[in-house]
């Protein structure tokens, strides 16, 4: 069975101050990787996602995750937080077989002035 | 154009009492997807429509919670005889129908706020 652990339940950190979200996943089988974020009052989107090729994928508003396959990770990183990235984070994996998602329980990134 | 749809948007109910939720997915979109958000267990896979294909249903957390598609589109997801546990956002996401090679975006509803009391 698959799962997702997001090992940080609260991240709080200064505006233009680096961050990076952990995640770290289990699976017996080759995995689809994403990160999706929930803004307060507002549904899930999706941020980035790694399928397959370079292990380095990011997205439009300057967040990039890594795919390790030796440390089963695929941690979040932004190198300067704004005020707007607050909100709650989601690690999530799919199998090749089946494309319903299984999620961590969440990160909530708090970005103070 | 539009997006995943909920319906409604809050529901409260008395224990013991059914509901049901219902979701619209985009136009189009051949997969359907219900999942729970809940606090102390974050957001739990429940239930998987996939064009023709029988549902998967292995997230469905007791024989009290079904759900259906009618006609390849519209899903409504029934709980009956609700308990507190059952209290939690339930969302709704669709897809185009993917490949063992490319899986598709899903796109999420925002969701019913279901509060049993």
């Known amino acids: 069975a698959q799962s997702v652990t997001q090992l940080d339940s609260q991240v709080p950190v200064f505006e233009e101050a680096p961050v990076e979200l952990r995640c770290n996943y289990s699976?017996?089988?080759?995995?689809?990787l994403f990160w999706y974020v929930q803004y307060p009052n507002q549904g899930l989107q999706l941020l980035l996602k790694?399928?397959?090729?370079?292990?380095l994928v990011k997205s439009i508003n300057g967040f990039e995750a890594e795919f390790n396959k030796s440390q089963t990770s695929f941690h979040l990183r932004k190198p300067s937080v704004h005020i707007s990235d607050t909100a709650e984070y989601f690690c999530?994996?799919?199998?090749?077989?089946?494309?319903?998602?299984?999620f961590g329980t969440g990160t909530r990134l708090q970005v103070f002035p | 154009g539009a997006g995943v749809s909920q319906s409604p948007s809050n529901k409260v109910t008395e224990k013991g009492k059914d509901v049901e939720l219902r979701c619209d997915p985009i136009?189009?979109?051949?997969?359907l997807y219900w999942y729970r958000q809940s606090l102390g267990q974050g957001l739990e896979f429940l239930i998987y429509?996939?064009?023709?294909?029988?549902?998967?249903k292995s997230g469905l957390p007791s024989d009290r919670f079904s759900a259906e598609r009618t006609g390849g589109s519209v899903s409504t997801l029934t709980i009956q005889r609700t308990q507190q546990e059952d209290s939690a956002v339930y969302l709704c996401?669709?897809?185009?129908?993917?490949?063992?090679?490319?899986?598709?975006?899903?796109?999420f509803g925002p969701g019913t706020r279901l509060t049993v009391t």
């Open positions: 996401a669709s897809s185009l129908e993917g490949t063992a090679w490319v899986p598709y975006e899903q796109y």
């Open positions: 699976s017996s089988v080759s995995v689809y």
């Open positions: 790694y399928l397959s090729g370079s292990t």
């Open positions: 999530a994996v799919s199998d090749l077989n089946t494309d319903k998602l299984i």
């Open positions: 136009s189009g979109h051949t997969a």
């Open positions: 429509f996939q064009g023709n294909s029988a549902p998967d």
